[in-house]
């Protein structure tokens, strides 16, 4: 990789070195850096951190939604990691020829009480930690969702120590639709736990969260079968998928997290000309939550080149979790 940065991120004139099979390495560790949050006062955080690949290979920033983790591959038969399609020796995020960088989320909490985390916050974090990986320059930041949007940030803030960047799923600011759904799940949550019902705040947050998550399609084609009378009322098919939803969700998230994320995404806003990245946005039309109508307009107010992708997905904002096939050789576009 280059040394020192340069107003136009340059092409890598020969292919990356390709590891041994066997040679990957894997960090999964905490680093203190010193940050200035957005809404809050200088401090030091412990930033978690993932990060695996080839020995000295280039590096690719690789972040998820607000319940995603470092975690993006797992090694060892653990149980997979929530990008594990994509990344791996050989696969489309190959590890052979990268490594991977991925942390956990930051909330308030970690930003020593600020009154709330930004974006821009998790951007700074990510920047202070490759400085202090002696990383120097990250060859591509793929993000989805909030991590899309953490990687606008980026992008923006630190823009020459950056390659080329990748959004699923993510704009320069949220839909106001979005917004109000969101808020709605928060006042649940708040409602729950100042009538001591947190988790079942929580668990009925999720489950609205899911229908904004997922296409109407997908719904027609799972759950348009007649109810079935028991425990005294009629259960419909959706309710079943909605509840284990919920259930799944409050085995590994608090109320504090969840309503720091949440509204992280909400004071989202990043101006698209701010931004000289060499870009490739991907969207679909089924996807509620971040219309292709804010790509449209994201990707003609990039100050740098861009393109955009569309697949046609019955499963909304979810397409990028579960569309590996049609996802794969845009990914390998966007990278090459």
């Known amino acids: 990789m280059p040394s020192q940065a340069s107003p136009v991120p340059p092409a890598f004139a020969a292919p990356f070195p390709v590891a041994a099979r066997g040679d990957l390495t894997?960090?999964?560790?905490?680093?203190?850096?010193t940050l200035t949050p957005k809404y809050g006062a200088a401090c030091e955080v412990d930033v978690r951190y993932l990060w695996c690949g080839a020995p000295d290979a280039p590096t690719i920033v690789v972040q998820g939604g607000i319940s995603a983790d470092r975690d993006a591959v797992t090694f060892d038969g653990q149980a997979p990691g929530w990008w594990q399609d994509f990344i791996g020796a050989g696969n489309t995020i190959d590890l052979d020829r990268y490594?991977?960088?991925?942390?956990?989320?930051?909330?308030?909490?970690?930003?020593?009480?600020?009154?709330?985390?930004?974006?821009?916050?998790?951007?700074?974090?990510?920047?202070?930690?490759?400085?202090?990986?002696?990383?120097?320059?990250?060859y591509a930041f793929v993000g989805y969702s909030y991590g899309g949007m953490t990687g606008l940030a980026y992008a923006a803030r630190h823009p020459y120590a950056l390659d080329r960047?990748?959004?699923?799923?993510?704009?320069?600011?949220?839909?106001p639709l979005a917004t109000a759904q969101r808020a709605v799940q928060r006042g649940i949550v708040r409602l729950g736990a100042e009538s001591g019902q947190p988790e079942q705040a929580l668990a009925l947050?999720?489950?609205?969260?899911?229908?904004?998550?997922?296409?109407?399609?997908?719904?027609?084609?799972?759950?348009?079968?007649?109810?079935?009378?028991?425990?005294?009322?009629?259960?419909?098919?959706?309710?079943?998928?909605?509840?284990?939803?919920?259930?799944?969700?409050?085995?590994?998230?608090?109320?504090?997290?969840?309503?720091?994320?949440?509204?992280?995404?909400?004071?989202?806003d990043v101006r698209p000309e701010q931004v000289?990245?060499?870009?490739?946005?991907?969207?679909?039309?089924?996807?509620?939550?971040?219309?292709?109508?804010?790509?449209?307009?994201?990707?003609?107010?990039?100050?740098?080149?861009s393109a955009l992708?569309?697949?046609?997905?019955?499963?909304?904002?979810?397409?990028?979790?579960?569309?590996?096939?049609?996802?794969?050789?845009?990914l390998r576009d966007a990278l090459a």
Do not use: N
């Not at 894997?26 to 850096?33: E, K, M, N, P, Y």
């Not at 959004?167 to 320069?172: K, M, V």
């Not at 109508?293 to 990039?302: A, N």
């Open 26 to 33: 894997s960090q999964r560790c905490t680093r203190r850096v």
């Open 99 to 138: 490594r991977v960088l991925s942390i956990d989320w930051l909330t308030g909490a970690d930003l020593g009480g600020a009154q709330a985390v930004s974006s821009e916050d998790q951007a700074d974090a990510l920047a202070a930690l490759v400085e202090a990986l002696g990383i120097g320059r990250v």
């Open 165 to 175: 960047l990748v959004l699923l799923g993510s704009a320069h600011r949220p839909h």
């Open 205 to 268: 947050a999720r489950q609205l969260a899911m229908t904004t998550y997922r296409g109407s399609e997908e719904f027609v084609r799972r759950f348009a079968t007649a109810p079935e009378y028991r425990d005294g009322r009629f259960h419909f098919p959706v309710e079943d998928y909605l509840e284990q939803a919920g259930r799944r969700f409050v085995q590994r998230f608090d109320i504090e997290r969840y309503l720091a994320l949440s509204e992280s995404i909400d004071l989202h």
């Open 276 to 305: 000289p990245t060499p870009t490739t946005l991907i969207g679909t039309p089924s996807d509620r939550l971040v219309p292709l109508s804010d790509l449209c307009e994201l990707q003609r107010r990039l100050r740098g080149p």
């Open 309 to 330: 992708e569309v697949i046609d997905s019955p499963y909304g904002h979810d397409a990028f979790l579960k569309e590996s096939e049609r996802l794969a050789p845009l």
